[in-house]
């Protein structure tokens, strides 16, 4: 196995919590790359996050707390 992988997740919308950095920014990265409308979330203001995120959606998200869950799938649909 030489370790190149390619998937296409073109017209599917993939959600990546803790996406605003470390692992999780690589995952969303990859999700895009294959052609995802990709979401991440974090805790933070948005403008902490602006370098290198315009073809991501950013959604501030406190996973901790089930109202916010619960606003952010009412939002999603």
């Known amino acids: 196995m030489d370790g190149s992988m390619s998937f296409d997740?073109?017209?599917?919308?993939v959600l990546v919590t803790g996406g605003s950095n470390g692992i999780g920014r690589a995952i969303a990265g990859a999700f895009a790359a294959a052609g995802a409308d990709v979401t991440i979330?974090?805790?933070?203001e948005r403008n902490?996050?602006?370098?290198?995120?315009?073809q991501l959606t950013y959604r501030q998200l406190?996973?901790?707390?089930?109202?916010a869950i619960r606003r952010a799938r009412r939002r999603r649909g």
């Open 9 to 13: 997740f073109s017209a599917r919308h």
């Open 41 to 44: 979330t974090g805790t933070r």
């Open 48 to 54: 902490a996050y602006e370098d290198g995120f315009a």
């Open 62 to 67: 406190q996973v901790q707390d089930p109202d």
